[in-house]
C-alpha cells in the first residue's frame, strides 16, 4: 500500500476518521502532528456568548473555535445557564459553519447548524451572503490566522459581523522528534497532505532536510484552496486538491494523485 502522511490533525476523534477511510482506500496512514493551540481572550468571549440578543448569529469555521466555547461554559460555570436559555437564544439565530467536522462539534454543543456542505469559508460567504438579512452583528470566534476572503465578502455585501481572536495555533513541541522517527522507520512517504497553511510553515523545513533530492516523489495533497495556495507559494506541485473537506473527497483525491502516470 502506498504511504500516506496527515501532517496536521484536527480533532482526535475527526481525524480518526480521515485514517479509517485512507484505510478503506488500501493506503497505509501516519498522523505526525505538527500544531498546538493556546486559547486567548476566553472571558471577553464569554460575556458576549452571554448576550445573543446583541447579535445576529454565530460563523465557526474550525473545531478549535467551538473548543472555545466549551471552554468558556466550563470556566465561567456557565454550562446550566447555557442548557436553560442561552443555547435556546442562539438557535434561534443563525449559526453557520465550515465542514461537517465543525458542524458535528456544534450539534454536541446543542446548536442547530448551516451552511455545512459548503466546503469552505468563501462557499460559505457567497452562503451568507444569499440568506443574511439581520442588522445585528454576526459574531465570529477565530484564530490569529483568520483568513481575510470571508470577512471582506461580508462586508462587501453590507453583512455586519464581528469577529474576535479566541485561539493562535502554536508549533507542536516534538514535531521534529516525530518526522525523524518516521523517515527512519517508513523512509520517504508517497504522499503527504497538509491541513493547513500554518501545518506546512511549521513542517516543511524539517520535510525537506529529511527528504532530501527524494522529495521530488512525494505527492503534496492539500485539503482546500488556502491550503494548496500556501503550497504553491512554497513552490511545491499541488498533486491533489481535496473537492471537499472530508475523509471521502481526501482519500479519493489522493487515489487519483497516486495512480500510475496521473498528473
Not at 496527515?6 to 482526535?12: A, L, V
Not at 471582506?152 to 479566541?166: A, N, Q
Amino acid at each position: 500500500p502506498f504511504r500516506y502522511f496527515p501532517n496536521n490533525p484536527g480533532q482526535s476523534g475527526t481525524i480518526f476518521f480521515y485514517l479509517q477511510e485512507l484505510g478503506l482506500y488500501g493506503f497505509e496512514a501516519t498522523l505526525i502532528p505538527v500544531l498546538s493551540f493556546e486559547f486567548l481572550s476566553l472571558p471577553s468571549f464569554s460575556e458576549k456568548l452571554s448576550h445573543p440578543e446583541g447579535y445576529g448569529g454565530l460563523i465557526f469555521t474550525s473545531p478549535r473555535a467551538v473548543e472555545a466555547v466549551e471552554l468558556c461554559l466550563e470556566k465561567d460555570n456557565k454550562t446550566e445557564v447555557w442548557e436553560k436559555s442561552l443555547r435556546e437564544k442562539w438557535n434561534a439565530k443563525s449559526v453557520y459553519v465550515v465542514g461537517n467536522a465543525t458542524a458535528s462539534l456544534v450539534n454536541k454543543i446543542g446548536l442547530d447548524t448551516e451552511g455545512e456542505n459548503c466546503g469552505n469559508a468563501e462557499k460559505l460567504a457567497e452562503y451568507i451572503c444569499s440568506r443574511e438579512s439581520s442588522a445585528l452583528p454576526l459574531l465570529f470566534p477565530c484564530g490569529t490566522l483568520k483568513g481575510e476572503i470571508l470577512p471582506k465578502m461580508l462586508k462587501d455585501k453590507g453583512i455586519p459581523m464581528e469577529s474576535i481572536t479566541v485561539y493562535q495555533k502554536i508549533p507542536h513541541p516534538g514535531i521534529q522528534a516525530n518526522l525523524n522517527s518516521y523517515y527512519s522507520q517508513q523512509g520517504v512517504p508517497a504522499s503527504i497532505t497538509f491541513f493547513s497553511p500554518s501545518g506546512l510553515t511549521h513542517s516543511l523545513k524539517h520535510i525537506q532536510e529529511l527528504s532530501g533530492d527524494s522529495i521530488d516523489q512525494i505527492k503534496f495533497a492539500a485539503i482546500g484552496p488556502t491550503t494548496a495556495r500556501a503550497l504553491a507559494a512554497q513552490g511545491l506541485p499541488v498533486s491533489c486538491t481535496a473537492e471537499s473537506p472530508t475523509p471521502s473527497a481526501l482519500a479519493a483525491g489522493i487515489r487519483t494523485a497516486l495512480q500510475p502516470h496521473s498528473c
